[in-house]
């Protein structure tokens, strides 16, 4: 081919959509392709790929190219892809997939099988190495949704469509993230595009290494306990629409990343749980430390309760907890106590620490003083629970580290994660848990 037709080769490429939107996912003049000229059939591979900086980070992107046989994988674009995951895993740098693909050429036979069998292998080869992202800017049915919901985290666009079913049945945004299969909704794709930027800011690009430090502010003074603990306007929110009894979100506390799990006062129920369960097992394969805010009365179901139980338990990066209401029986040993294995717990002086609900307990240790009206039970409930369920008497108990106020949070959470920086856990030989 001549330098002519090469040179025109690569203007219609570079004209593409899929290769416009790495262009802006990328730093300005960082991009550089991987197998920019690689052909599928008459035309060229129905995928753009390569490699970039974002904010000076180092990623690895491929976008699905509609303009080129609508982006439907082939054995071309399978092969374009692996090679884009096996360069990730030998430099170890994060891989941000964006989807766009009227499903596969069905004429390669079972050929197109075996290319989306080799990647989603390179994807589960990456998981817990490089942190992955996948952003779903317009179709992505069948087969190719399998690869990307098994990215860490997936960025939707509202007009998107995702499904297995490849008649695009519950493939709106709105279902996968109710469903907790969608991590962060964007209104368009450059929206999309910006939230993949921020979302890798906050990742380590490999599992032994930091995520980068960033300049910060001071935390906002109102709000709940975790805005005004981390550092102002850090906080990105995951799965919103998820679990709505807890919260889960990557912060920044004095330009650290920290992932935070907050509870909000109501018992955690099944979606809650999967939710919690997720991120904390992500902080931990890239030893991101998690910050847990503690306030509710308990799990809704006992298979809920083991599922978050064993993601902490199992977790041996930065473990942090503050209960600031509430924490109830199995909900503290699973987010606070023995159970999970916190490094440092914290209370508020209003926070009430006890085995069962205060009114439970009242019934059962003073049930003489709980012969009155329903009315006059909860004060009295709660005048057992200020003298035997306190967060003093758990600190003179040993199951909190320090009773402090709301003023103080930031400053013993900074200080805690500054001391335990250093954290080396050898655990048993195994190959994973089965819980």
Known sequence: MSIEKISQAKAEIADSAAYKTLLSFFDENSFVSVDNLAKSADTYAEVAAGCGTVSGIQVYAFAQNSDFCGGAMSKAQAKKLKKIYDLALKTGCPVVGFYDSKGGRIDEGNALLAGYGEVLNSVGSLSGVVPQISVVLGSCLGAGALNAVSADFVIMTKEAQLSLDTTGENCSAAYNAENG???????????????????????????????????????????CFAHRSVDAGSIFKLSKDYGKNSRTIFARIEGKTVGVVNTTGKSLESDDAAKIAKFVRFCDAFSIPVVTFVNSEGFTE?????????????????????VTGKAVGALYIALAGTGAEADMVYALPEAVISPVNPEAAALIAIPEKMNVSVGEQKQVAKTYADENLSAENAAECGYVDDVITAEELRYYIARSLSMLSGKRVETLSKKHSTI
């Open 181 to 223: 299969t969608v991590s962060v909704v964007a209104d368009n794709e450059s929206d999309a595009v910006r939230k993949a930027q921020e979302l890798i800011c906050y990742l380590p690009q490999n599992n032994i290494v930091e995520a980068f430090e960033f300049d910060y502010a001071e935390p906002d003074q109102e709000g």
């Open 302 to 322: 006992l298979k809920s309760a083991a599922k978050v139980s064993s993601a902490y338990s199992e977790a041996t990066t930065v473990k942090i907890s503050i």
